[in-house]
């Protein structure tokens, strides 16, 4: 797919570097450059333990890079990111706050009437299928239902940018599907560009223009870069049986396979020392 | 085991001690009383002796003073410790600086304040109230200070991420979480609150449930001082229903209600 606008997300040479509890310095992710243009929709793949997080974390103005630059639709970023939705790997909704409290709440803090927040977090429930789950605690769904309520709590504010890390990670197969068909539908709706971050290199084929490969970690690069050239509007379980699908997982997949080994015996290491 | 069982069981309890405590009482085993009533007084003594004050009436005006010292400590204790815990919490140079003076204060045994609020705030309410006060000021805001900081970073930044400023995070994150610490600690903050009232009557006072007991003392009545003790266990003990009442309302969004005994 072209490009279709200016550059939404830019990391250039992006360095992340963390001190530990003993002093030392584990560079986590080093000289990373990422693009991703307005409207684009990229996913990111890397073993686990790689910083793919931490990438989205930079994005996201969470985490300042040791080194390297930041630019968010071609002005550097200082501070939050003002443009950008943020659907966190971990459990991130309010736990005090019911479910359609914690999607309403994005629009009630811009000042929206509470009557008419409420609607429309109603209906965004609906969407994700959670519509008669409007009165439950977090702590009352399963953690599938708790990573659509935040799916649903960040796409009501209509972010220009999506920063997603792993969100259908707990949800079985089906619903799997299910939501990354939602996904799409609403991306091709309104082109946001997303980016994408997930273990599952099908899910990743099956959704995005692009697929990025992260090296493991310590000091981990962007390794691979791949252009997903299949057509749209996609259904993910169709797609999957096309031949390009297939080329394209095979491709990616004998780059990502050594990966995922390396990084495995080093965190199984890291784990030991 | 069954609630009937249970409950039974617990029944039985009461009444085995009761039945000893008669027993030992007034019944002479080997030629001598081996409780003398003097030191021990008896049931049904301790008994008519509370049946005597709720059908005078004497009894209310006492409950209410120590529920009304009860009542304003807790208020202005609590009240005191959000405002100080929620500061020390936002700004961690100033509970840095105040962190030893709070610890001193905190570890001093609060029974020898009492003299000294009876000397500034007179032998009424008041000095009652600061008892209290200075006890559950503390608990609370221990647990305010940590549950604005113990709130989960992820939580944090999702609401930093949807576009909460500062006066938004602080209604929608921290004192919610703040909130439920000090919730969790409120059967202990309230039990507080009435042991500075009590404690402060006994110390020196002219109306409520310690004044009473202490008046029983004076007179080596044992009788009033174990009615005196048992009214107070009952006041105690209907208080904390309040307050498990309101707790099950207030945190309804907890997986189960933290009970801190
Ligand atoms: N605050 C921190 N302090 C020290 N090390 C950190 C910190 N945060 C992350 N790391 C390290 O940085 C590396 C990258 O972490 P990150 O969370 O980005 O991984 P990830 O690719 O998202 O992994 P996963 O797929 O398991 O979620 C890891 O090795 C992790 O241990
Ligand atoms: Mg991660």
Redesign the interface.
């Known amino acids: 797919m072209e490009k279709t606008g200016p550059t939404a997300v830019a990391l250039d040479d992006a360095t992340v570097a963390f001190r530990l509890a003993d002093g030392r310095v584990y560079t986590a992710v080093e000289k990373a450059s990422l693009a991703v243009a307005h409207g684009e929709f990229v996913a990111i793949v890397g073993p686990t333990g790689c910083g793919k997080s931490t990438l989205l974390n930079v994005a996201?103005g969470?985490l300042r890079p040791a080194g390297g630059a930041v630019r968010i639709f071609d002005q550097p970023l200082a501070g939050?990111?003002?443009d950008?939705?943020?659907l966190?790997q971990?459990?991130?909704?309010?736990?005090?706050?019911?479910a359609i409290d914690n999607v309403a709440?994005?629009l009630e803090?811009?000042g929206t009437p509470r009557v008419e927040a409420l609607a429309r977090a109603q209906k965004w429930l609906g969407s994700v299928g959670l519509g008669a789950f409007a009165g439950r605690?977090?702590?009352m769904l399963s953690g599938g239902q708790r990573k659509r309520v935040a799916l649903a709590?960040?796409l009501i504010?209509d972010p220009k940018i999506l920063l997603m890390d792993e969100p259908f990670g707990p949800l079985d197969a089906q619903t799997r599907q299910i939501m990354g068909n939602l996904l799409l539908e609403l991306w091709s709706a309104d082109r946001k560009a997303v980016l994408f971050v997930t273990h599952d290199l099908e899910e990743a084929i099956a959704l995005a223009d692009r697929v990025v490969i992260m090296s493991a970690g310590p000091s981990a690069r962007i390794i691979g870069d791949w252009r997903i050239a299949l057509p749209r509007p996609r259904d993910i379980s169709e797609v999957r049986m096309e031949k390009d699908f297939h080329a394209l997982h095979r491709e990616i997949w004998s780059v990502l396979k050594d990966e995922v080994m390396k990084g495995y015996v080093q965190s199984t290491q890291a784990g030991a020392a | 085991m069954s609630r009937i069982t249970l409950l039974y069981l617990q029944v039985l309890v009461a009444v085995v001690a009761l039945v000893l405590w008669q027993f030992f009482t007034t019944v002479p085993l080997f030629g001598r009383i081996l409780l003398p009533p003097f030191f021990f007084s008896n049931p049904v003594d301790v008994f008519s002796q509370i049946v005597k004050w709720f059908s005078t009436g004497v009894i209310w005006k006492h409950l209410a003073i120590t529920l009304w010292e009860s009542i304003l400590a807790f208020v202005i204790g609590s009240a005191g410790g959000i405002l100080v815990g929620f500061w020390f919490a936002r700004q961690p140079r100033v509970a840095a600086v105040f962190d030893p003076y709070v610890k001193m204060v905190n570890a001093l045994p609060r029974v020898v304040l009492a003299p000294i609020f009876a000397l500034w705030f007179g032998l009424g309410v008041w000095s009652k109230v600061a008892l209290g006060v200075t006890l559950v000021f503390f608990i609370v805001f221990f647990n305010v200070y940590q549950g604005v900081k113990e709130v989960?970073t992820?939580?944090l930044?999702?609401?930093?991420?949807?576009?909460?400023?500062e006066r938004?995070l602080m209604r929608?994150?921290y004192w919610?979480?703040a909130l439920?610490w000090m919730f969790s600690s409120l059967h202990t903050s309230v039990g507080f609150a009435v042991v500075g009232a009590v404690v402060g009557e006994y110390l020196g006072a002219a109306a409520g449930l310690g004044y009473l007991i202490q008046q029983a003392e004076g007179v080596f009545d044992v009788a009033g001082v174990f009615a005196g003790m048992f009214v107070l266990s009952a006041f105690v003990l209907l208080i904390d229903m309040v307050v498990t009442l309101v707790e099950k309302r207030l945190l309804?969004?907890?997986?189960t209600a933290v009970r801190q005994d």
């Open positions: 996201a969470l939050l990111n003002r950008a939705g943020y966190f971990a459990d991130a909704l309010f736990p005090w706050k019911t709440i994005g803090i811009t605690y977090p702590h709590q960040v504010r | 989960p992820t939580v930044d999702n609401g930093r991420m949807l576009g909460m400023n938004q929608h994150v919610p979480s439920s309804v969004w907890r997986p």
